[in-house]
């Protein structure tokens, strides 16, 4: 499957838990990208890397929130000291990137986060 | 602030009829729109996309209208099929920024 793929798929922690996810984005897909994602609402951006650069940054990603991509190709989202308010479908994706506006971006299935 | 919303939040059609599926947006400097469908469990897959160059753009079975002028967006898919049953969202993007998402319409398919 040559797929972005993300890890783990649920992921159930106790409020003030640290949990960490895994993003692999398609091969050769320069940009990568987090959004969060609530129950009947759209995809919300959270940020993006243009290879191993973190470019952007939502006022959603709070200070408990951190994102790496040290080489360029996989990339972990991290939150810190878990909240209830962070249940949420987390997703990745990844895309080509360019200049124009014309970028299609390719999701994976997802983290579905559950702070209990 | 610009958004991406939606006019309908659950459509309910019969198998084998069309289905439309409408979007406004609100940003003017948008120039790229897509239509992403999500199923339970999955992540948005993509369905089509069209720049702001086009006004129709065909796929297999679906077809994607874009007006300008009252910066309206909508999906048609044709012989709409059980499979079609999904969470549909459209999203734009202005040179430069980061996709934005509507909130999702909801296509039920009744047998």
């Known amino acids: 499957d040559t797929g972005v793929s993300q890890n783990p798929r649920h992921k159930i922690t106790k409020r003030g838990q640290n949990v960490t996810f895994r993003c692999d984005p398609i091969s050769e897909h320069n940009r990568l990208y987090w959004y969060r994602q609530t129950l009947g609402q759209g995809p919300e951006f959270l940020t993006y890397f243009q290879n191993e650069a973190q470019l952007e940054k939502s006022r959603l990603l709070s200070d408990r929130f951190s994102a790496e991509r040290p080489k360029g190709s996989f990339s972990t989202l991290e939150i810190q000291r878990t909240e209830q308010g962070d249940s949420a479908m987390y997703l990745c994706a990844s895309s080509l990137g360019g200049t124009s506006s014309n970028e299609k971006l390719f999701f994976g299935s997802g983290t579905q986060l559950s702070v209990l | 602030g610009e958004s991406v919303g939606l006019h309908l939040p659950t459509l309910s059609v019969q198998e084998g009829d069309n289905s439309i599926i409408n979007c406004a947006y609100s940003?003017?400097?948008?120039?790229?729109f897509i239509w992403y469908k999500q199923e339970s469990g999955k992540g948005p897959q993509f369905i089509i996309d069209?720049?702001?160059?086009?006004d129709k753009r065909q796929g297999q079975r679906v077809t994607v209208l874009l007006n300008k002028t009252v910066k309206h967006l909508s999906l048609q898919i044709a012989a709409t099929q059980p499979g079609d049953s999904a969470v549909y969202f459209c999203a734009d993007k202005a040179a430069g920024n980061k996709l934005t998402f509507g909130g999702g319409t909801r296509v039920l398919v009744k047998p």
């Open positions: 940003n003017s400097a948008s120039d790229y």
């Open positions: 069209i720049r702001s160059n086009m």
